[in-house]
């Protein structure tokens, strides 16, 4: 070796000691000095719970009031809040991995596939030993809870409890008051049926002098997250748990689609389009219904939250939905109850002490705090008179109507959710285009629906449920 | 000599002695484990075991339960998987040679003698550093009905655009519009064979009267052809994966969009949102077999199409 390959073999050598050493010697320092987590700043000698939140933004604040509360109220048990996007998915593949964390905010429409999966503990002995009784929940609110895995293909323990509601959403219908006087409608009287919500609709379609939709009162498709409840209000179901059937063939439902398609129709499939692509995003100024673009729309309680933070001049009014038939029973409106459910999953560390914290958040401080927060109902049978009175959603009162009511609904309760429900979307958007008559899109949705049930029944057959 | 032959026999013979893990041609192994390790638990693993859940029912939450050939037999039978094939094979009939077609152009005139050359490669390259969900939240704007600015520039030249996004019939155009966007890594491909062309070949195509057009066809083409088997067997791959661009694009809250919806995104729902992971491993894995059968019709294709210099 020459001089010069000597000493650049030399530099070499001593360039890669100094490399190594200097890793070894950051993550030495980082190991010694470098961040620290919850669990060794505020959770020493506790039980250290992960509770993962699907919510961001003001609705994630609240539930850290809520978690921070509980870890101000004990020395024994320490919950961490960890947001959690796509939470559905990450759970799905934390509990089958066997390292779920302690408590899980889910959705209304998961209980049923976990529950009939065994992926979350049943709460039936649990809850109660912490004080937590299903009678403390509003009526609507229980059907969300329970679930009855024997129910189809045989082989459960009956009705069972699963789940808690952190915070209820009851579906209703929001009004836009300063549109309806603009047109000389009664904005204290909003329609009740749906021959009176087509005429109010009629009256506030507004174009331009190019024939182009400026606004319109009623768009089945907007924002379009329950495409399928409308049969509800035309007095049938699209599902049938005691049978296990789909029914959206059912003339109820055919019925609500050709009404729908009426709107199509009579608006133009194409200025509709256009329309459409005139709105802004949900969670912006932009939205149709706040623009006042869209003057009835059907929504969950947290759009008077979108109102109050970007237009909260707006004059809104909020009614149950209208329905096909008669006068409405204000006691019993038929209204969709979609929440948000906390459980807990199978493989979970402490689930003892995972209930102690859901019974925490279960309070009627806690849920009223939560509650308010969300603009929401509580879930709780019994509400606070001062909760009602000073609640910022003005429908407040609507919203627990339909949950208390014996005629409100949940999801169809079977695993095969999902894809029956992209199976309606899908449906929806042809019979919304007027691609082909509602009574011939409805009788295949039906067929490619029931298949999709009984291949989740044959499954379950075939694990011996 | 001799000395030669001495020493390289006695190289053998000292390895021999120190033996054992550290032998030499360990070494090599040694260097390399931790990637073996790594491609051994998060690839061959999860293949094979992804091949065992296509035989199986699978919903994650509970155990798998052996179907046999179930899952691949249920994809005949089921609308949405066709669906699925029919958009997807669509969007790559008509995305791979556009591409391919739009790459070498740009390449070639790239590789003339423009003003602010540099500057226009750069240009071509940029909009690849771009985040996929990024520039569909681009697009999105770009291609909207009302206030897009596509069809801002085709009212100017009195044409009413249409609604790319939601109507059924301009989905597609959209989404191979788009495509055209992530071209410039495969030009920056084709820069490197255009100047690889020796000029020489030029000056003899000129000789014997070629024009411009001919040259391109007659030399250009050929010299370049093992670049552009590397590029259109990439954009096989990746056009027949297509997901994140139609998947932030398509899949709304009111819905798919029928027209809108690719294997890939298909392969993820029965996967991650309906619990069918039996399915879902079914189809990756005829996935996975069509992309082998695509590549080797196009390597098998190379062979008449496809001209190397010979060294």
């Known amino acids: 070796m020459t001089a010069g390959g000597r000493a650049l073999a030399d530099v070499t050598k001593l360039t890669r000691r100094a490399a190594i050493g200097g890793l070894a010697a950051a993550g030495l320092g980082f190991i010694a000095f470098g961040p620290r987590g919850a669990r060794e700043q505020g959770a020493r000698g506790r039980i250290v719970l992960d509770y993962w939140e699907k919510w961001t933004r003001h609705e994630r ?37 066997g390292d779920p964390p302690d408590v899980i905010g889910l959705y209304a429409f998961n209980v049923p596939p976990y ?5 979350i503990v049943p709460l039936n002995e649990l809850a109660p030993r912490f004080g937590v009784q299903l009678d403390d929940y509003a009526p609507g609110v229980r059907q969300v809870m329970q679930h009855d895995r024997g129910a189809v293909g045989g082989g459960g323990e009956g009705t069972q409890w699963w789940a808690t509601v952190n915070t209820a959403g009851s579906v209703a219908m929001y009004y836009n008051k300063a549109l309806f006087r603009e047109v000389g409608l009664d904005p204290e009287r909003p329609p009740r049926t749906i021959a009176e919500l087509d005429e109010a609709h009629r009256k506030l379609v507004k174009t331009n002098a190019a024939g182009d939709l400026e606004r319109v009162g009623f768009l089945h498709r907007e924002p379009g997250w329950w495409s399928w409840l409308w049969a509800y209000h035309f007095g049938g179901r699209i599902y049938d748990a005691a049978t296990d059937r789909s029914l959206a063939a059912s003339a109820e439902n055919v019925r609500a689609m050709e009404w729908m398609q009426s709107y199509a129709r009579d608006l133009g499939v194409e200025r509709v389009k256009k329309f459409n692509e005139s709105f802004g995003n949900y969670f912006t100024p932009e939205n149709p219904f706040l623009s006042g673009k869209v003057a009835m729309i059907v929504q969950g309680p947290w759009v008077a939250n979108l109102i109050g933070a970007f237009k909260p001049e707006m004059e809104y009014g909020v009614v149950a939905f209208p329905e096909e038939n008669a006068e409405r029973d204000s006691r019993s409106p038929v209204g969709l109850i979609d929440t948000d459910v906390l459980v807990i999953p199978r493989g979970a560390r402490h689930p003892e002490a995972s209930m102690e914290f859901i019974a925490w958040t279960q309070r009627q401080d806690m849920t009223e705090l939560l509650a308010t927060a969300h603009f929401k109902p509580s879930p709780l049978a019994k509400a606070s008179e001062e909760f009602l009175s000073k609640h910022p959603n003005k429908g407040i009162r609507v919203h627990y109507d339909i949950l208390s009511s014996p005629r409100a609904f949940i999801a169809p309760p079977t695993r095969a959710w999902q894809q029956c ?12 285009r007027l691609e ?27 694990r011996g449920a | 000599m001799s000395e030669q032959l001495a020493s390289s026999a006695a190289v053998p013979v000292t390895t021999r002695r120190r033996g054992g893990w550290w ?29 065992y859940y296509s035989f199986t029912d699978y919903p994650l939450l509970e155990p798998p339960l052996w179907v046999g050939l179930g899952n691949y037999a249920r994809m005949a039978g089921d609308p949405t998987f066709w669906r699925v094939v029919k958009n997807t094979a669509v969007y790559c009939l008509w995305s791979i040679p556009l591409q391919t077609g739009l790459a070498v152009a740009l390449a070639a005139m790239l590789n003339g003698r423009i003003p602010l050359r540099r500057f226009f490669q750069a240009c071509i390259f940029l909009p690849t550093l771009v985040p996929l969900i990024a520039s569909a939240m ?25 609604t790319w996004l939601v109507d059924k019939n301009w989905v597609m155009p959209a989404m191979v519009l788009m495509s055209l966007w992530g071209v410039g890594q495969a030009v920056v491909v084709y820069i490197a064979a255009l100047q690889d062309v020796p000029r020489q070949l030029y000056e003899a195509a000129r000789i014997d009267g070629m024009g411009r057009l001919a040259q391109f066809r ?23 994966q297509v997901f994140a661009v139609p998947y932030v694009m398509f899949r709304r809250p009111d819905g798919q969009n029928p027209a809108g919806h690719f294997y890939s995104m298909y392969l993820y729902e029965n996967a991650f949102v309906y619990g069918q992971m039996g399915y879902a491993s079914a189809m990756a894995w005829v996935q996975l077999v069509v992309v082998l059968a695509l590549t080797g019709l196009m390597i098998v294709a190379s062979r008449r199409l496809v001209h190397y210099r010979r060294v």
């Open chain 2, 138 to 162: 681009v697009w999105m704007w770009l291609f909207n009905g009302e206030y897009g600015l596509i069809n801002r520039l085709l009212a100017m030249v009195g044409i009413r655009g249409p």
């Open chain 1, 61 to 97: 604040d609240a539930m850290v009031k809520v978690v921070d509360a509980f870890n101000a109220s004990q020395n024994r048990i320490f919950v961490r809040c960890i947001v959690t996007s796509d939470i559905g998915q990450k759970s799905l593949v934390a509990i089958a991995g």
């Open chain 2, 218 to 240: 007659y030399v250009t083409l050929p010299m370049i052809s093992p670049a552009i088997l590397f590029n259109v067997i990439a954009l096989t791959i990746n056009s027949v």
């Open chain 1, 115 to 119: 529950a009939e999966s065994k992926a």
């Open chain 2, 23 to 51: 032998h030499p041609d360990w070494h090599g192994l040694v260097w390399v484990s931790p990637w073996l390790l790594g491609a051994t638990a998060f690839l061959f693993v999860p293949m094979a075991l992804s091949l």
């Open chain 1, 421 to 432: 429900k992209d199976e309606f979307d899908t449906a929806v958007q042809k019979m919304w």
């Open chain 1, 436 to 462: 082909r008559p509602a009574a011939e899109v409805c009788g295949e949705l039906d067929r490619r629906m029931q298949g999709l049930i009984d291949r989740a029944a044959d499954e379950k057959r075939r």
